[in-house]
């Protein structure tokens, strides 16, 4: 019996081909890897039951002992708020990159075909690119908080609020790109803590609670279907210890 088990245990190689097998009929692996960074959208009305199948996503993120240190707003007939937002995020996008070489920036764009990467960064520099907060049919302002759960332990991790959030906005982003929507995660307009007090004031955040970002949901003027390639698993990956690459299956030598 021993040495029948030991004849029918797949090798390295096969375990590797069964895996790519896998992989290629795994949705969410394929949604995953479909999902891009949307700044173009069309305006167009969503239908609502889309938004609350998105927003239920959001609602089964993990949570650390259930607290649910996460809190949502959802703008959508309010559009003096999101011309609101996406005047801020082109003020700190003309301060973060209006200053920036095109070497800079076109490097960083370096998928995008000429003619088109100029064009792009002019964008960039004048802020424009980051205005999509005004033409998304869904802004959602996603909040955070290190003070407000009913744990008897206070987890000692600053902003771990943030890390349930963005489990929250994933889970949000996976569901709306399956639906055939994009999103968008407008950073810019909390990442000055002046700005985050304005919104606060705005949309009547308590103290206790913080704005991470605008999260950004509608339909797409077109698809992005190139991107940034991603570094390989042995770049970002250690095995068992800091500094050791993890090798993937059909890589390592058959025992």
């Not at 009929?25 to 199948?53: M, W």
């Not at 998105?54 to 959508?76: D, G, K, T, Y």
């Not at 690119?129 to 033409?135: A, T």
């Not at 902003?159 to 995660?185: K, R």
């Amino acid at each position: 019996m021993a040495g029948s088990a030991a004849e029918t245990t797949p090798d390295s190689a096969e375990r590797a081909e069964a895996g790519s097998e896998t992989a290629g009929e795994l949705k969410s692996l394929e949604l995953v890897r479909s999902r891009r960074s949307i700044r173009e959208f069309t305006g167009e009305r969503i239908p609502d039951e889309h938004i609350e199948l998105i927003l239920e996503a959001a609602r089964h993120a993990p949570s650390p002992e259930n607290m649910l240190m996460i809190r949502f707003i959802v703008i959508r007939d309010d559009q003096e708020t999101k011309e609101f937002l996406a005047d801020i995020a082109q003020e700190m996008a003309e301060t973060a990159f209006g200053g920036a070489p095109f070497e800079l920036t076109s490097g960083r764009n370096w998928f995008i075909s000429d003619p088109y990467r100029a064009a792009v960064y002019a964008r960039l520099r004048d802020g424009k690119l980051f205005r999509y907060p005004e033409k998304s049919d869904a802004v959602i302002l996603v909040c955070a908080s290190e003070t407000w759960h009913d744990a008897g332990y206070l987890y000692p991790n600053d902003l771990f609020g943030s890390v349930v959030s963005g489990m929250a906005i994933q889970n949000m982003w996976l569901v709306a790109t399956e639906l055939g929507y994009g999103c968008g995660y407008e950073a810019l307009v909390c990442s000055d803590p002046r700005h985050a007090m304005l919104i606060r004031d705005r949309v009547g955040i308590p103290p206790t609670w913080t704005p991470l970002t605008a999260f950004c949901i509608g339909v797409r003027v077109s698809p992005r279907a190139l991107g940034p390639s991603r570094p390989p698993i042995e770049g970002l990956m250690y095995e068992e210890r800091w500094g050791l690459p993890y090798k993937r299956m059909a890589f390592r030598k058959k025992g």
